[in-house]
């Protein structure tokens, strides 16, 4: 199902910074974790060549086909959700885990692809010019579900990393001012129901820790202030590659995961960071200029909603990193040690791929 | 190349992409001028920061002071124990941790996530105590399994120990975890969670001294907290060590006598106030405490109708019964009520305010004056002395004897017992006075309560002849140089009555023990001991008769207060058996082997 011009147009750039982004992700995760004793910078490498694998297998399939049994994908995915809630057995506190023989796997990762895949089915033959509110109602609530199961497991980091999916649909649908002033008045009413009811109290810790990170050191705001001095100590060219003080003695939490961007500002200073942080503008450039090279309106939104999943999760990170937002538990795309949200970016790139190697092909 | 019929218009969409990508751009110059500002601008503030942090600071805990008693004999000291510890940072899995970790020490895993969960604000590298007083079979396990469990690790520290388990143990005390709401307090600020602090008895009277100083090392760390390198070191100061004025047999003697018999026993020096013996039984093995875990037996003896972790000698209230005798006497005496040539006849019970009142003896004492009121304990004198003084004087008497305030022993938590008064008695219970309650105060009944120790302290200024001392348990300290910084020693004070009325009442005890008196039990030829024994009854007047109709033994609680030698006196004995019975029966007796064993080895 694949012919020789479009194997000419697959876009080997995008792969090409795909790629690049990984294995500087992989570099540092070696450095920040290569005294413990799981080697992450190994399974991550074996993640990667999965995800490429899997990324090259998904090209042969026409993404409209993958459009169509979206609904499928989507419901075989809440139902996962739904029973590892059920029955999953708590990994680090969590129900986030399906654990197969050697590997565990995070379902909600996965069903980022789905809810993509069942927007675009749902959009793909929308053509007013503004977001009405059928569409708009209809498309919250497939979106709502998974969020919940998320939510309840408890991982509200990951459910939240949901909605810049949702809100990406919307942008291309179009906005009207009502529509957005409606969106944020729920934004804030949920917002304040989930303050007073949900949340728990180490959650609001979180948050509040945000505005005074000095107030409880070694508290709730030692991962902040722990991950902020690991950056500003940092300086212009950084302590050298696997010397910070902060990450190699253990002071900054989650190295490997979370908090890879506090490793990278120590040990390669501004100068790294900048240096990364322009690998990674290319990488997001080059998503965001594929959407205007699709054939219809079912690429477009696949490659826009793409873009946005993984910009939102890059700026979420980074920002806690440096407490401008708060521990939110979201990785850093590529950049992070973490399986399932590897191999759940390179499909979503995979689906990029797909759209714009098609894009010239008759229906 | 654009066929309308296939593609169709989507250059809204799209444009509306590229305003979205406008964003993404405008954010991205925002983060780096941010990167700018924490890595160039603060990037000295942060260092600095991040130096501090590399270094870090293991604190070594002092050793506690040892505790000695007079002559030298260790009664805490401190020995090798292990820790286990969790450090939550080398923890890949908590759930799969605590399971196993539950395995190996044998701990509930609900007990182990709750330890945890306390003190989650810590730093993550730091070690979480879980278990201590580790058995050498579980370190051995926890060693085994060191490269598969990274986050347990063994720590030692010193561990309190008291070689001879309940020995003295109300005076000693015993060492638990600092609370929350003690950190709180000024006196604790120093203290770090989970540090061992002295609860009661010298252990907290004496906390700062014994706990020492802190010693701090500052090492280099490398990847997973080892040790490095060292840049320098504070050695720990080893807290003082504690000389204690007990004497290791007399308090042997001491708790032997009461062993099985709930009560109080203190021996002391009459002249300096020195506590050679104080007892109360039941006790308990202060070891048992030194755990940060609640164990069964503290729960046990906390809830223990017996309150065995009562110092009864200086917490315990008990009428003083005819022990209260002396004081009435001395009261008499100094307002002139009674002089030596006052005599009353006992016919076994007087009527006084309409009302009979018996004495101990059915049959009467006949004609009693002073000294043999005292040598026979006869309550009909004491019932008119009484009531020829009136309450406000009897009150004002044993107050000024020390009765109703503490005696500033070294200890903590003295409690200061009771001399009622009408005033007290509007106060507290909102009645009037009665005058027949004048007439059971005359004999140390009704609501006026005393502690074993007031009891001594009270005898020693009868010993003293008017000298009034305060009682301490702590002899001296010594860094380790060997010098004893001695207590500044108590001058005394004198009371103002005279000291020709306190030579009239110790003949009257002396008679009580010398001369076929109620004390005869406690006589040692040769050593001219003085006492005073009682028997206070435990139910009021009406419950008794109640009893008494039935048939119904009531069992008193048996006293027994005394000096010896008459002249220059050396040592005294205050003694208590709870529902002992008769004092010149049960506690006499029992004083007499104190006296003995001083004797023997002082004397």
């Excluded at chain 1, 197969?100 to 796997?105: H, K, P």
């Excluded at chain 1, 060219?237 to 995961?257: C, I, M, N, V």
């Excluded at chain 2, 972790?309 to 005496?333: D, E, H, T």
């Excluded at chain 2, 529902?579 to 007796?589: I, N, V």
């Amino acid at each position: 199902m694949i012919s020789r011009s479009q194997i000419k147009n697959i876009d080997w750039i995008l792969i090409a910074l795909l790629v690049v982004n990984t294995l500087v992700g992989i570099a540092v995760i070696y450095s920040s974790s290569h005294h413990l004793s799981s080697n992450y910078y190994l399974r991550q490498f074996f993640w990667m060549f999965l995800g490429l694998a899997v990324l090259f297998v998904l090209l042969t399939v026409e993404y409209n086909l993958l459009v169509t049994y979206s609904l499928y994908f989507y419901i075989a995915c809440v139902s996962i959700l739904g029973v590892i809630l059920l029955f999953g057995k708590l990994i680090a506190g969590t129900k986030s885990w399906i654990k197969l023989e050697f590997i565990q796997i995070q379902p909600s990762e996965i069903t980022k692809i789905a809810i993509i895949l069942l927007l675009a089915r749902i959009f793909s033959e929308y053509k007013r010019k503004y977001l009405s509110n059928e569409a708009g109602l209809s498309s919250c609530a497939f979106v709502m579900l998974p969020i919940l199961l998320v939510a309840l497991q408890p991982d509200l980091g990951t459910a939240l990393s949901y909605i810049p999916i949702l809100f990406g649909a919307f942008l291309l649908a179009g906005l009207t001012r009502k529509t957005l002033v409606t969106l944020l008045i729920i934004a804030v009413v949920m917002g304040i129901v989930s303050w007073g009811f949900l949340l728990k109290d180490y959650q609001k810790d979180r948050i509040t820790t945000l505005l005074t990170p000095d107030k409880d050191p070694l508290g709730t705001g030692y991962h902040i202030l722990q991950s902020k001095i690991a950056i500003g100590s940092g300086g212009l060219l950084g302590k050298g590659y696997a010397r910070g003080s902060q990450s190699q003695l253990q002071f900054l939490p989650a190295r490997h995961t979370d908090f890879i961007f506090a490793v990278i500002g120590e040990e390669l200073g501004f100068v790294g960071v900048v240096v990364i942080g322009v690998f990674y503008f290319l990488f997001l450039t080059r998503l965001f200029q594929s959407v205007s090279q699709s054939r219809d309106r079912t690429g477009m939104y696949i490659i826009f909603m793409v873009a946005l999943m993984i910009t939102s999760q890059f700026f979420i990170n980074v920002f806690m990193t440096i407490g401008l937002f708060p521990i939110a538990g979201i990785p850093l795309p590529l950049l992070s040690y973490g399986g399932s949200s590897l191999l759940t970016n390179y499909i979503a790139v995979s689906l990029v791929l797909n759209v714009k190697m098609r894009r010239f092909v008759n229906i | 190349m654009m066929n309308n019929k296939i593609y169709e218009d989507l250059s809204l969409v799209s444009s509306r992409a590229k305003i979205a990508f406008v964003v993404v751009r405008i954010l991205f110059v925002i983060l780096i001028i941010y990167f700018w500002k924490l890595q160039i601008l603060d990037f000295q503030v942060f260092w600095q920061k991040s130096e501090e942090n590399r270094i870090r600071e293991i604190i070594v805990t002092p050793q506690r002071g040892l505790i000695r008693e007079r002559n030298g004999v260790v009664l805490a000291k401190n020995i090798a124990s292990f820790k286990a510890s969790l450090i939550r940072e080398n923890c890949e899995d908590y759930d799969e941790s605590y399971a196993r970790i539950s395995k190996i020490l044998d701990l509930p895993p609900e007990v182990l996530k709750e330890r945890i969960d306390k003190y989650r604000s810590l730093p993550l590298f730091q070690p979480i105590v879980v278990k201590d007083n580790l058995t050498h079979e579980e370190v051995a396990r926890i060693k085994a399994r060191q490269y598969e469990l990274p986050e347990l690790v063994v720590q030692s520290e010193p561990k309190r120990n008291y070689p001879f388990g309940t020995l003295a143990s109300h005076v000693l005390g015993y060492l638990q975890e600092v609370s929350p709401a003690e950190m709180e307090m000024e006196r604790y600020k120093s203290r770090r969670m989970g540090d061992l602090i002295g609860k009661t008895g010298v252990e907290k009277q004496y906390e700062d001294s014994l706990v020492g100083e802190e010693g701090k090392v500052f090492e280099i760390v490398d990847s997973i907290g080892r040790k490095i390198g060292e840049i320098s070191r504070i050695d720990p100061i080893r807290g003082n060590e504690i000389y204690l004025t007990l004497d290791f047999e007399l308090q042997k003697k001491a708790e032997e006598i009461l062993e099985g018999r709930e009560g109080a026993v203190v021996v002391m020096k009459p002249d300096t106030g020195e506590i050679l013996a104080m007892a109360s039984y039941p006790n308990f093995d202060p070891n048992k405490f030194i755990n940060r875990f609640t164990p069964e037996e503290w729960v046990d003896l906390i809830n223990s109708p017996e309150y065995p972790l009562q110092n009864r000698a200086i917490r315990g209230l008990y009428s003083p019964g005819s022990l209260f005798k002396p004081c009435m006497l001395l009261a008499g005496l100094d307002q002139g009520t009674v002089n030596e040539s006052t005599s009353y006849t006992c016919r076994g019970s007087v009527i006084i305010y309409g009302h009979p009142f018996a004495c101990w003896k059915a049959d009467g004492h006949g004609v009693v004056n002073l000294y043999s009121a005292l040598q026979h304990s006869c309550n009909i004198y004491f019932y008119q002395l009484g009531k020829r003084m009136g309450i406000e004087e009897i009150a004002r008497y044993a107050r000024m004897l020390g009765l109703g305030s503490p005696t500033h022993i070294d200890l903590p938590g003295e409690k200061t017992g009771l001399v009622p008064d009408p005033e007290w008695k509007k106060r507290v219970r909102d009645e009037p006075w009665y005058p027949g309650e004048t007439i059971s105060v005359s004999i140390g009944q009704g609501p006026l309560l005393v502690t074993p120790l007031q009891i001594a302290v009270l005898t020693a200024q009868i010993a003293n002849r008017g000298l009034r001392v305060t009682p301490y348990i702590c002899e001296g300290e010594t860094n380790g140089t060997h010098e004893i910084e001695r207590q500044p020693k108590d001058k005394g004070v004198r009371s103002p009555i005279s000291q020709e009325y306190f030579e009239k009442v110790i003949q009257g005890m002396w008679r009580s023990v010398n001369d076929r008196g109620t004390s005869a039990l406690a006589r040692i030829r040769d050593f001219d001991v003085c006492g005073k024994t009682g028997s206070a009854q435990v139910v009021s007047k009406a419950t008794a008769e109640k009893l008494a109709q039935q048939k119904i033994e009531i069992k008193t609680h048996s006293w027994f207060t005394g000096f010896a030698p008459k002249d220059e006196p050396k040592v005294l004995v205050s003694l208590i058996v709870e529902y002992g019975g008769g004092g010149g029966a049960t506690a006499a007796p029992s004083a007499r082997e104190l006296f003995e064993l001083y004797r023997e080895k002082y004397d």
